[in-house]
């Protein structure tokens, strides 16, 4: 019979710690491998000035058959009895934006194609034409989000796109935001929606109701613009009816 030394009592304490031990072990990290919660982007309203101020178009510009203030909202209109040759925009006159933030709150009929254009030239002819950046809204959400260059390069990145600008290249698409049709269900149709277009530099950002849902860098030195008009638009087209308000300007 092979005879074994007694444990100390040393011994059979740590004999009887060790699943304490091997629990805490397993344990101590779980926090650090949690995922993190999701991040919504805030928007601050700090130093945001709003440049209409809910009663008449002062410091605006427009063809006057097409805009108006309705029930404090600058209002763009088409009818049958008033339809429109070319696309027509209520300019701001107030300053001629470079590096700024813009929030505003829209609603357009099913129908309706408008949109925000920035760091744009103005045209003689037609009258009350812009050129340049637009963040692009219509009534089905189609394009609304993406950043569309009017009467100029085009699409410069649709939604869900994160896009570079080379001279003499169709822009390459660096990354993607999200699909399509997911950010498409982040958008209210036939209601109010909040957009804020972020112009810093040669880096452009469109969310829509804090989501973002386009980014260009404009590497195109020759058709970046740094500073220009700002102005909505009236689409030609069928009917329709387009609505801003709460329009609250940031310049840096």
Known sequence: M???KPYSILTKYFLLSLPLLFW??????????????????????KDFNPIFNGSDLSGWEGDTDYWKVENGSIVGELTEDNPLEANTFLIWREEMPGDFELKVDF???????????????????PEFALKGYQADIDGKNTYTGQNYEERGRAFLAK?????????????????????????????????????????????????VNGVLMS???????????????????VHKGPPMKVQYKNIEYKKF
């Open 2 to 4: 092979i005879h074994t």
């Open 159 to 207: 939604r869900g796109e994160q896009s570079v600008l080379k001279p003499g290249q169709d822009p390459t698409i660096t990354s993607y935001l999200g699909d399509n049709e997911e950010l498409k269900s982040k958008i209210n149709q036939g209601d109010w929606n909040s957009l804020h277009i972020i112009a810093e530099g040669n880096n452009l950002k469109h969310y």
């Open 24 to 45: 805490n072990c397993n344990n101590s990290g779980s926090n650090a491998t949690a995922e993190a919660p999701e991040e919504k982007m805030e928007i601050s309203t």
């Open 107 to 125: 609603k357009i009929t099913e129908n309706g194609n408008s949109g925000i254009n920035y760091r744009s030239e103005e045209l003689s002819d």
């Open 215 to 233: 980014e260009v860098t404009d590497e195109d030195a020759e058709h970046r613009k740094s500073k220009g008009h700002l102005g909505f638009q």
